[in-house]
């Protein structure tokens, strides 16, 4: 067996895809693909041009998959245990709902309002538009924090009563809140925040989070 994930660690999606085989022990390597210059071969298996893509050497070409979300359905089929979707099929639907929640409207404005601004630009030698930071936080993420709120009350998992692809996908965007150097008010958002550090805590995220801060740590600091 032979799993490659080709991207970047800092995005939310190859760590999403990364989390998932680190809760099911799963080994792999990890191929460093920038998005905003990749390698010429790379639209062959990202028509996209986008990250995470999936190898899977077990199997013989074409043997890539894209998209995060497709990639750990595959897993989980691949590898169902530890089972990370439930199996109760309204629970499920539920779990894929919270997945794709994260990955549009929680990307759209953590990845493109605050961390683009404060890690991504930097990288590419730019310059931050605070006001854009500062809208996002004032205006458009507390929303969504007030829904995650009511979500996760009286819960540790947000779906079946155990840690899932809902979690995952959720816990990973806030590390890229984290990256751009902001942390949620405890006071306003009590329930999500113990719920957002609880799942950092889990080895599998908590290994990512000690990969990735010093090297992000270096651009916010630019």
Known sequence: MAL?????????FVRKVRVLLAEKGIEYTL???????????????????????LRDTDRPEPNTLPDSSIIC???EH??????????????????????????????????GGLFFERVVKKMMRG?????????TLSEK??????HLEHEVSGKDYLVGGSFSIADISIGTMFVNFDHAGEKLDAKRWPKLAAYVEKTHARPSFKAMLDEERPFVQRFRAA
Do not use: H
């Open 4 to 12: 490659i994930v080709y991207g970047g660690s800092i995005s939310p």
């Open 31 to 53: 191929e460093a693909v920038n998005p905003f210059a990749p390698p010429p071969d790379f639209l062959a298996i990202s028509p996209l041009k986008r990250i995470p893509v």
């Open 73 to 75: 359905d595959y897993l």
């Open 78 to 111: 691949k590898y169902p245990k530890p089972a990370l979707y439930p199996s109760e099929p309204f629970e499920r639907a539920r779990a894929l709902w919270y997945e794709e929640y994260a990955d549009s409207v929680m990307a759209t404005n953590i990845g």
């Open 127 to 135: 310059q931050t538009d605070e006001a854009v930071c500062q809208k």
């Open 141 to 146: 993420l507390p929303p969504l924090f007030d």
